[in-house]
């Protein structure tokens, strides 16, 4: 059984960590946007949108704490708080580009629809990678740091400062 230092050292660097977030966080996003588009059909689509933003940031949050991260465990609500606040800005973002969407077009299309909230949907996802990355699962990645390359005592050199002879000799110029 893995104890806490042995997942804190399993943290991955940044680009790692980055393809484990797309590969989570675009596959909860997929299945997300076809579950708004198919829960839009019986709902307004920015209730539709609100309720799986909400199902799926729990879910991406977990997935974000066991494996993109290297928290080695479940999220705590510290951090499932956290990380609900970066989705409200990406929720917002998808939210306007669907407005902006419809504003410039009566009829879009579910094709062109898909497109534009995939797109707003990518451009939040990278935001939230920052806000994650650095704020929610900061101490855990610090603490992961620490662990991979602990303190090493600095080796210190002392010499002796040498006394002149002659103090006259100090102000000399050559």
């Known amino acids: 059984m893995a104890t806490a230092h042995d997942r804190q050292r399993a943290a991955p ?15 909860v996003g997929l299945a997300s946007s076809l579950a708004v588009a198919g829960l839009a059909s019986w709902l307004p689509w920015f209730l539709a949108n609100a309720l799986i933003t909400a199902a799926s940031t729990l879910l991406a949050t977990e997935l974000h704490a066991r494996f993109t991260f290297g928290a080695g465990g479940h999220a705590t609500w510290r951090q499932h708080a956290q990380s609900a606040g970066s989705a409200a800005a990406a929720y917002a973002v998808t939210c306007a580009a669907m407005l902006t969407l419809h504003l410039l077009m009566a009829a879009p299309g579910a094709v062109l629809e898909q497109l534009v909230y995939l797109s707003a949907s990518a451009l939040a996802g990278v935001g939230r990678f920052a806000v994650l990355r650095l704020l929610v699962f900061a101490r855990d990645h610090a603490q992961a740091a620490a662990a991979a390359h602990p303190a090493r005592p600095v080796p210190v050199t ?11 000799s100090l102000c000399r110029v050559a």
């Open 158 to 168: 002392v010499t002796r400062a040498v006394a002149h002879a002659d103090p006259a």
């Open 13 to 27: 660097g940044a680009v790692a960590a980055f393809a484990r977030f797309v590969l989570c966080g675009g596959g």
